[in-house]
């Protein structure tokens, strides 16, 4: 799943996200970065190119995504880690990021109070999280795709958890609950860009947990089969680019009276 997210999904889907997000934790001058559910390191590798001289640390639970990152973005230190339960101290980073993570958490109010205690006292979070599937031209076409290939029984997995956390006002209400104060809230659409319809709907087939939901119901190449011709027809042939909205949420301890 690492080799297929990275090769298929990253550069279309989450690669243009990175920069920005990168960008925006530059302005921040950190000298100490933490970074959780890195993944295969899009964000990571983006930060470590943005931030040269700060201290990057990066986390994810799954033990396979930390062996590619390491592999992938050795200016990092990599660890494996649990959102919940971070392995270090107080007060210990400038700042946080996680790009498209959040939705994954189990407790995300726990998840945050774990980031308020790792904050240094002036530090911030910066978070990314999708908006609505009908925002994200790849995502709409392949949920279309997974109704066409499974219609009595379509795996639920795009809408319900990556883009099942879609509403800032949570998220801002979450933060409050894990004892931070939001700082700003930003609707972000980028251009997405792939080889082709099929190319991101191997990588969303294969790549992420959605693969466990087509081999629940049948085979998975037959299955992948289907959904890319249904992204085919919608998104065309050849080369393809899709508009993709995001969430960019900044966060500090420090009281504010500007969200």
């Known amino acids: ?11 279309a889907v989450f690669h243009p996200f990175a920069v920005d997000l990168a960008q925006r934790a530059a302005r921040l001058s950190p000298r100490r970065v933490l970074e959780i559910a890195a993944g295969t390191g899009v964000l ?12 990057v640390t990066a986390t994810d639970l799954n033990a396979a995504m930390v062996e590619f990152g390491s592999r992938r973005e050795p200016g990092a ?8 339960h971070l392995p270090f ?3 210990q980073f400038d700042v946080v990021v996680c790009q498209f993570g959040v939705m994954f958490f189990p407790d995300r109010s726990a998840a945050f109070r774990e980031v308020r205690r790792v904050l240094a006292p002036e ?5 990314s999280m999708w908006s609505t599937v009908d925002t994200h031209g790849f995502a709409a076409a392949l949920v279309a795709g997974v109704e066409r290939a499974f219609p009595d029984d379509p795996p639920t997995f795009i809408a319900a ?18 004892g931070l104060e939001c700082v700003s809230t930003e609707s972000v659409t980028l251009d997405g860009q792939s080889g082709s319809a099929a190319d991101v709907a191997v990588g969303f087939c294969t790549g992420t947990p959605l693969r466990m939901a087509i081999e629940a119901r049948g085979d998975l190449v037959a299955g992948t ?7 085919t027809a ?26």
């Open 1 to 11: 799943m690492p080799e297929a997210y990275d090769r298929w999904l990253a550069p």
């Open 44 to 55: 990571t590798r983006e930060v470590v190119a943005a931030i040269p001289a700060a201290e």
């Open 77 to 84: 230190a990599w660890q494996l880690a649990e959102a919940l």
């Open 123 to 127: 530090g911030r979070l910066l978070f």
């Open 234 to 259: 919608r998104l065309g042939e050849g080369s393809v680019a899709s508009k993709m909205t995001a969430y960019v949420i900044e966060a500090q301890l420090r009281a504010r009276e500007d969200c």
């Open 161 to 178: 958890v990556p883009h099942g956390y879609s509403d800032p006002g949570q998220a801002v209400a979450d933060l409050a609950t894990g």
């Open 225 to 231: 089969a289907v959904i890319s011709d249904e992204m």
């Open 89 to 91: 101290d107080d007060k």
